[in-house]
């Protein structure tokens, strides 16, 4: 799996623990640099999903670079959260790097990003509301997303098929996703599989209407009633046997378990198609949109965005950098190389044209909800992702006062 969607919540932690405390000082670390003109020397940082990713952006950084005149030295990070955590700390940030949405209010907030979109060549209405809203702290968006990931429902169609299930029967919504399931296990057949923390679970809530925080990130909203109808319904799910956490039946993930043939159903991102095709070549599925909840249609989504260092006295040349990288033309020679889905919507219809097996998972970005969009936020997600580790035993209503508690006391702090 990506380090887009698993994070090593300590490594996290300890990150943004470190840009904290560079930033305890005041705001003398993030102080905005004379921006000189060059040529530059850019130093780019990604978190790089393997060696496909790094040659694709080294060469489209190459490109660039001998187009401009400048140079751009691109470094594939080890632990990216880690080493920019550390590199804010010492004064010495790489002038571009990626941002995963979930981390963009810890460096926002401590002055760490170039809001560079304001400046951006040709604006960036272009890209998908959902994913500008992911990277937009107290109404600034700092950054331009790079491409997305998104959740739907993969069904295999063997299993299926053996329920006495068709393509009419695919769910559109909770009741129907409960009346599918039902069929599966009375046909010996476990019905879904999904991970048991937020970035799976999460889901629901939004599909009912809720999520953990309100749109600015402001307040939490955790104890709402939307949320507390989203967990009782994951409740009666794996109480009823419908819906199994990865591990009830020994599987890692949900595309393990999926890939296995142990379950019908997984609820998991288009990174699944990777481990599909080389661990798993022989399974049959088709993939669609996730069953609305009483709030509407819901799924999250996982991305990352283009960073600029206030501290950069390459600013102009940064920039020029980032909009190269998200052009219509090399968000598709991306898309190619290493199976990201394009951030702009423009190249929707051309994305979905070569890959037409990935287009429930591109159609959900004008419902998608990103990660939580407020600073320091960790220990509290950490804490409730172990609690609905629990959640087939649980009180759903005890667990959602307890997050509403911590997460209140961090944003009013």
């Known amino acids: 799996m990506s380090s887009k969607h698993w994070r090593a919540l300590t490594a996290a932690v300890v990150a943004a623990g470190v840009v904290l405390a560079g930033a305890a000082c005041g705001k003398s670390g993030t102080t905005t640099a004379a921006q000189q003109s060059g040529p530059a020397s850019l130093q780019i940082l990604i978190g790089s999903s393997g060696q496909a990713e790094t040659t694709a952006v080294k060469d489209a950084a190459s490109k660039w670079a001998s187009s401009t005149g400048n140079t751009a030295t691109v470094t594939p990070a ?24 979930s981390r963009l209010a810890d460096y926002a907030s401590v002055g760490a990003l170039e809001p560079y979109p304001a400046k951006f060549p040709g604006g960036v209405d272009d890209f998908y509301p959902s994913l500008r809203k992911a990277f937009t702290y107290k109404g600034t968006l700092y950054c331009v997303p790079k491409d997305f990931s998104t959740l739907a429902l993969e069904i295999n169609t063997d299993l299926w098929t053996k329920a006495g299930l068709t393509d009419a029967d695919i769910p559109t919504s909770w009741d129907q996703l409960t009346a599918v ?23 629901f809530m939004v599909e009912a ?39 009830q039946v020994d599987a890692g993930w949900g595309g393990e378990a999926f890939g296995k043939g142990k379950v019908a159903m997984a609820m998991e991102g288009n990174w699944i198609k990777g481990a599909m095709k080389s661990d798993y070549p022989t399974i049959k599925y088709t993939v669609h949109t996730m069953p609305a909840g009483p709030g509407g249609k819901g799924t999250l989504s996982f991305t990352q965005c283009w960073g600029i260092s206030a501290k950069t006295k390459f600013k102009s040349q940064a920039i020029s950098f980032v909009a ?3 052009s219509a033309a090399q968000q598709m020679t991306f898309a190619n190389a290493f199976g990201v889905m394009p951030s702009r919507a423009s190249v929707k219809d051309q994305y979905t044209q070569k890959f037409p097996e990935d287009k429930a998972f591109i159609d959900s970005a004008d419902f998608a909800q990103g990660p939580v969009n407020a600073p320091k936020m960790d220990s509290v997600l950490s804490d409730f992702d172990s609690q609905l580790n629990g959640l087939s035993t649980g009180d759903p209503k005890a667990i959602l006062a307890r997050l509403q508690q911590n997460a209140q006391a961090v944003l009013g702090g």
Do not use: C, E, H
Request: glycine share 8%.
């Open 324 to 326: 190269a990288m998200t």
């Open 181 to 203: 399931a039902r069929k599966l296990k009375a046909a010996g057949v476990t019905p879904l599989a999904t991970a048991d923390t937020r970035d799976r679970l999460g889901a």
């Open 78 to 101: 080890q632990d990216i959260a880690q080493q920019l955590g550390q590199a804010f700390a010492g004064s010495s940030p790489p002038d571009v790097f990626y941002v995963d949405a």
């Open 209 to 247: 209407g809720g999520w953990i925080v309100n749109a600015d990130g402001t307040k939490a909203t955790a104890d709402s009633p939307a949320n507390l109808q989203a967990l009782q319904y994951v409740q009666s799910l794996l109480k009823d046997g419908l819906a199994v956490y990865p591990k």
